[in-house]
């Protein structure tokens, strides 16, 4: 008998009746942070807000945007754990433009007390299987400064890609502005990207509940 916790992980394509549960993972996680250190992230999410973006396609591969999410349930009792959404080549993206061949992160978010058994790895390592699925060769993510999530990032694979001083700097000024210190005023300033090389199509199955669009 395993002992992981993550097998009581249940990995879902979210449905239109599970969107409030994506919505409340969601809130969780941004209203940690603040724009311009005061206004809670999390106040402009809602059910008709995600809908909008789960039913979008990406521009040019045509491929759902629904298709790159990915709710965690509690097989138990199917309560929300966490939520991944990924977007693709063509995908509106706030604060990243994909290439081709590349998967990038835009939101992972673990609820509190879910913390601790393995939903982000497994999170993670669905989107990787997608990645490969699509004969993507590039997972990427953006992380700030102080973010305990780093250490499971590195574990994963990602590795920091550097910047110059001119892409810091404006950077840094962003994150301030827009999410004051939310690990605190003693954690370094600003974010940075990671990346992880991929192999297309080595996906190890790990991706249950993938649909395809």
């Given at each position: 008998m395993s002992n992981d916790p993550s097998d009581d992980v249940q990995i879902?394509?979210?449905t239109d009746k599970q969107v409030p549960f994506v919505v409340q993972v969601q809130t969780?996680?941004?209203?940690?942070?603040?724009?311009?250190?005061?206004?809670?992230?999390?106040?402009?999410v809602n059910v008709k807000s995600q809908l909008?973006?789960?039913?979008s396609t990406s521009k040019t591969t045509k491929k759902s945007v629904r298709s790159y999410a990915a709710?965690?349930?509690d097989s138990d009792g199917g309560a929300p754990l966490g939520f991944i959404q990924l977007k693709g080549h063509?995908?509106?993206c706030d604060l990243h433009t994909p290439k081709v061949g590349e998967v990038y992160?835009?939101?992972?978010?673990?609820?509190?007390?879910?913390?601790?058994?393995?939903?982000?790895?497994?999170l993670l390592q669905w989107g990787e299987d997608l990645a490969k699925f699509d004969n993507?060769?590039?997972?990427?993510?953006e992380v700030l400064n102080g973010n305990a999530a780093i250490r499971l990032y590195e574990r994963f694979g990602f590795?920091?890609?550097?910047?110059?001083?001119c892409e810091w700097c404006i950077g840094a000024a962003f994150v301030c502005c827009f999410m004051g210190r939310p690990y605190g005023c003693l954690s370094p300033m600003g974010a940075y990207t990671m990346e992880k090389r991929l192999e297309a199509g080595g996906g190890d199955g790990g991706g249950e509940g993938m649909e395809r669009g």
């Open positions: 879902v394509t979210p969780d996680f941004l209203n940690s942070k603040h724009c311009c250190c005061l206004i809670p992230l999390g106040l402009g909008k973006m789960l039913n709710l965690a349930l063509g995908m509106v992160v835009e939101s992972l978010a673990v609820l509190p007390t879910a913390r601790g058994k393995g939903v982000g790895r497994k993507c060769n590039l997972y990427t993510l590795v920091a890609k550097s910047d110059d001083a």
